[in-house]
């Protein structure tokens, strides 16, 4: 069997786009170690090298995801790993929790809106529009709640990643104009704004700021998922 047609097999493509992807991923996280600049985050340098491989053997993103789907599958044991962290903070829960509450309720409604505004004024709608609005909250979360109101899961977590990278940059801009003093208003502004990667962001702040940015990310995922079918009732 030749090459271009022994890489067409199934398995081969599998084992091949899964090992791309761990190798770039791994790579990408020794080259933000090294040099800590924004825009070489491993979120934004592994699928901008997994983008330029498959462009380069003229592949799809239909080939790649057949091929990694199983990376994706394990998002759900990492959705069940996030109530780790809830546990841990339960103390700050039961002391905070009502300035957590009206954050996480603003925030959600804030990226929510806005999303459907940035659809407007782009004029795009349908599946595309509800794949959009759930680019806040962290990938498990988000695609979840992409399938629940009539979206593309698969594009919704494109979105994701991308919020995600833009958000984290973005903090640092955000917090030299804006007064904040709360190690708690700082962990939340990345953990509900930037998700995953402001989380890390805010780790490198501080200890509190990102055990603060990584409990708010997983309580509004949470919420998230929780009001999808009345984002529904409210839409049909």
């Not at 985050?41 to 592994?46: D, S």
């Not at 929790?97 to 782009?122: K, R």
């Not at 609005?133 to 399938?147: D, K």
């Not at 603060?212 to 990310?217: K, P, S």
Request: hydrophobic share 55%; aromatic share 8%.
């Amino acid at each position: 069997m030749s090459g271009p047609a022994l890489w067409h097999e199934p398995l081969v493509q599998a084992a091949g786009w899964s090992l791309a992807t761990i190798v770039f991923y791994f790579l990408s996280k020794r080259l933000h170690r090294r040099w800590p600049r924004w825009w070489l985050m491993p979120l934004a340098v592994a699928p901008a090298l997994l983008m330029l491989a498959a462009i380069m053997l003229h592949e799809s993103y239909r080939d790649y995801i057949r091929g990694t789907h199983w990376l994706v599958a394990l998002l759900g044991p990492a959705t069940v790993a996030f109530a780790v962290p809830i546990y841990q903070q339960r103390g700050l829960i039961r002391r905070r929790w009502p300035l957590l509450m009206i954050g996480m309720v603003m925030g959600s409604l804030t990226a929510i809106a806005s999303s459907w505004a940035l659809a407007y004024v782009l004029g795009v709608d349908g599946p595309l529009r509800l794949s959009l609005l759930p680019r806040s909250i962290s990938t498990p979360f988000a695609m979840e709640v992409s399938g629940e109101i009539g979206g593309i899961p698969d594009l919704t977590a494109v979105f994701v990643v991308l919020t995600g990278v833009i958000g984290a940059a973005l903090g640092d801009v955000v917090l030299a104009r804006l007064p904040l003093r709360s190690r708690i208003a700082k962990g939340a502004l990345f953990g509900i704004g930037a998700h995953g990667a402001g989380t890390a962001r805010a780790h490198q702040i501080g200890q509190e700021e990102g055990a603060v940015a990584g409990l708010v990310m997983v309580l509004v995922g949470l919420m998230n998922v929780a009001v999808a079918p009345v984002i529904v009732h409210f839409m049909r």
